[in-house]
């Protein structure tokens, strides 16, 4: 378990840290400079992020098997958990697809780049209420307010939807940054113990 998570973070930081910020707010002078001059480094991103993505598919099975193991009747939590975190993936993979597109055919797209680069930014925060739902699905079962609270900066991040605003950016950077931080604490909680004993801090 540990092995998956350290590789799951290890990557999409790693893809984060080399694509570097980008907002709806970018210029077209900004779309060539990424796509254009950068393009090497795009793919490199969208490659570590698809890995990465994997190693999460795995992490995500892994916590809904124990959770479901600790949850009494349907196990309706845990499949708004599970289902939550998924549907993230196929939306991030829609995303790598146009950049990884951007990247590889610059000169030919030139004239719908910076159209195309606003589409794969704004789907950044179409995860952010999926996400939302399955942190409020752990919080339920696990008591968590920590996880209650990860939600809620979730939920505020979807606000990048409807403005080009920076430092609105930088709350989905925050809710990010969270994330990661409750999926290392139960990495190294959930599964040192049995099924229905730690809980996450309150």
């Given at each position: 378990m540990i092995p998956l998570v350290v590789l799951f973070l290890a990557l999409d930081i790693a893809a984060l840290a080399l694509l570097g910020p980008i907002t709806p707010a970018d210029t077209a002078a900004d779309v060539a400079r990424l796509y254009g001059d950068d393009g090497a480094r795009v793919l490199a991103s969208r490659l570590l992020h698809c890995l990465g993505l994997a190693m999460a598919?795995?992490?995500?099975?892994?916590?809904r098997a124990r959770l479901r193991?600790?949850?009494?009747g349907a196990g309706a939590l845990s499949a708004?958990?599970?289902?939550?975190?998924?549907?993230?993936?196929p939306v991030e993979l829609v995303r790598?697809?146009?950049?990884?597109?951007?990247?590889?055919?610059?000169?030919?797209?030139?004239?719908?780049?910076?159209?195309?680069?606003?589409?794969?930014?704004?789907?950044?925060?179409?995860?952010?209420?999926?996400?939302?739902a399955a942190l409020v699905a752990l919080a339920v079962l696990r008591r968590s307010a920590l996880s209650a609270a990860v939600a809620a900066m979730?939920?505020?991040?979807?606000a990048r939807l409807v403005t080009t605003s920076t430092v609105v950016w930088f709350v989905g950077?925050?809710?990010?940054?969270?994330?990661?931080?409750l999926v290392i604490y139960l990495s190294l909680t959930m599964f040192r113990t049995p099924p229905a004993a730690a809980r996450v801090t309150r």
């Open positions: 598919l795995g992490f995500f099975g892994l916590v193991e600790e949850e009494e708004i958990l599970f289902g939550g975190f998924v549907a993230l993936v790598n697809v146009i950049m990884a597109a951007l990247a590889l055919r610059f000169d030919d797209l030139e004239g719908s780049a910076l159209g195309l680069h606003v589409v794969a930014v704004l789907l950044g925060p179409v995860i952010a209420f999926p996400v939302a979730w939920v505020l991040s979807g950077f925050g809710a990010f940054v969270a994330t990661i931080a």
